[in-house]
């Protein structure tokens, strides 16, 4: 049996159990037996590139195994180009993520196992083709986010952390019912067949010929667990309105947990959408498209008004975040091939140019003690940054022309592709959703001048939370170089060169658009 996948995902248990037998005292052994358990996976995911078949529209590396016999689920992995792609990213970011945590020091060793555990859900969650195992990993996450929020994040991080737990766990409580009533009908009009959470049988059933009985309504089966399903995803992209515990918890968690949260978590929610509701639900997916892509501008427009309102940087970036997940909600609202891979690309772009930005107010917080553009008097938090520090600053170029979707770097070629894509089919809507780039513009731009223009104005934070003119900035660390360099280059070559990352999940983006001919 293939078993690569399964060590992709669960390897991290072994750097878990390291840890805990790391003498007390010793934090830099337990930040590099945490690298090595991100590593590994890391390097075993870039190794399937070269055994990778991208013409094959199937999953593949399959692996199953009766897990509980009684329910029949089983232990069921496998990959195709969309989850391989989130594989990749996924792997990256983590590893890369263990060296933005390198300035923990409270309770290391807790912290590193929770991120740990955060990558084992996070990796199962992509790899999973039983409906089930899906939901265990889903659910896994949530607890080490809690804790990496709630024990080391900011000032209000017991309100982020408890936020951000009740709104996710809303939408997996409805996402469940969705999936117990997927499992419950899958027996078949004579209950002929055994009910089963595998997701290639569940794909196979023609669930609108149901109808589901509920608080004593009769509902057509597939549009009603559509929206159940819809509920869980749409709280993770998030979408607006479900996006109110994003900023609280971007701005109250550690830098690498913020990487995390915006270069993975939130396109757990796409994937999910691509992956359970357009590949198990087409005809109800293709019902609420219009729908889906009104959503889609909502975000792109509202959450970069949102963004240009901030005054604090790490929320700025935040709401962008929101903003840039409309363009893939608008992409893949449209069926259309280049549509769906622009929308499939931007989520391996945003977690780019995201992950970029948020370590760079990871730096500048470590070194000002604040993210505020302009403090509560009035003044620039910053300014002139770029006297000061031209390597932070260039580095803070590529992250913010990435974002605005510069030609020439790789957030050009996804928002191109979705526009490209979308125009044909929905022209008001996507009229309406250029108007992002030139918001996008506007908030970076003027961030830009705020912070790292003009004269050097910058100011510290001392720890009784009074602004004092801050001195000379210290340079770049050696770890900031590990995480910062790989993500510029990424963000370069894709720009210049998108095909070959295109052909990973081409094939399996094509299969899609195919369920809506």
């Known amino acids: 049996m293939n078993c690569v996948l399964s060590w992709i995902t669960f390897f991290p248990l072994i750097g878990m159990a390291a840890i805990l037998f790391v003498p007390k005292g010793k934090d830099e052994v337990v930040k590099w037996i945490a690298a090595g358990a991100t590593a590994v996976p890391f390097v075993l995911a870039l190794s399937l590139l070269a055994s990778f078949d991208r013409s094959n529209p199937g999953f ?4 199953e195994a009766v897990w509980i016999p009684s329910l029949n689920v089983h232990f069921h992995m496998g990959i195709d180009g969309l989850s391989f792609l ?46 089930f195992l899906f939901y265990v990993f889903w659910e896994v996450m949530l607890l080490p986010m809690y804790f990496l ?28 019912v969705g999936i117990l009533a997927l499992y419950f009908y899958s027996t078949g009009p004579n209950g002929a067949s055994p009910a089963t959470f595998d997701l290639l049988t569940l794909s196979k059933i023609n669930w609108s010929q149901y109808t ?37 918890a971007h701005v109250q968690a550690p830098t690498a947990v913020s990487v995390i949260l915006a270069g993975v978590l939130l396109k757990m929610g796409i994937y999910g959408f691509l992956r359970i509701n357009y590949w198990l639900l087409p005809h109800a997916t293709q019902y609420f498209a219009f729908a889906l892509a009104v959503m889609g501008v909502i975000n792109i427009v509202y959450g970069a008004f949102c963004a240009m309102a901030q005054k604090d940087l790490k929320k700025l970036v935040a709401y962008s975040s929101v903003s840039h997940m409309g363009y893939c909600l608008l992409g893949m609202s449209v069926f259309t091939a280049a549509g769906m891979q622009g929308s ?6 945003h977690g780019l140019s995201s992950a970029m930005m948020f370590m760079l107010v990871g730096i500048l917080y470590d070194r000002l003690h604040h993210r505020s553009i302009v403090t509560a008097d ?31 770097l790789n957030g050009f070629v996804s928002e191109a592709m979705v526009f490209f894509g979308s125009f044909p089919v929905y022209r008001t809507l996507t009229a309406i959703a250029t108007l ?38 210290p340079a770049m660390r050696w770890n ?38």
Request: aromatic share 16%; with cysteine.
């Open 378 to 408: 009035g003044k620039l938090g910053f300014g002139g940054i770029a006297q000061k520090e031209p390597i932070i600053t260039a580095a803070w170029m590529v992250a913010v022309f990435s974002s605005l979707g510069l030609p020439g």
């Open 149 to 176: 929020v709630g024990i080391w994040g900011g000032e209000r991080k017991e309100y982020a952390a408890i936020k951000f737990f009740l709104y996710t766990l809303f939408g997996s409580v409805l996402m469940l």
């Open 344 to 349: 499939i690309l931007q989520l391996f772009n």
């Open 86 to 131: 989130m594989v990749l990213l996924s792997t990256l970011l983590s590893f890369l993520c263990i060296f933005a945590s390198w300035n923990i020091k409270k309770y290391v060793k807790g912290y590193f196992c929770m991120f740990l555990l955060l990558h084992i859900g996070m990796l199962g969650v992509f790899c999973s083709l039983d409906f």
């Open 212 to 248: 589901l009985n509920i608080f004593g309504m009769a509902l057509p089966f597939d549009k009603a667990v559509w929206w159940l399903l819809f509920m869980g995803f749409a709280v993770k992209v998030p979408i607006v309105p479900f996006h109110t515990w994003l900023p609280w």
């Open 436 to 473: 992002g780039i030139l918001l996008t513009a506007a908030y970076l731009l003027w961030m830009v001048q705020r912070v790292f223009l003009g004269p050097y104005t910058a100011q510290h934070k001392d720890e009784g939370g009074h602004y004092h003119a801050a001195g000379e900035i």
């Open 60 to 63: 593949q590396f399959i692996q």
């Open 480 to 517: 900031e170089w590990v995480v910062l360099v790989p993500l510029a280059v990424l963000c370069l070559w894709i720009g210049l060169m998108p095909q070959p990352l295109i052909n990973v999940f081409q094939t399996s983006s094509n299969t899609l658009t195919e369920l809506f001919r």
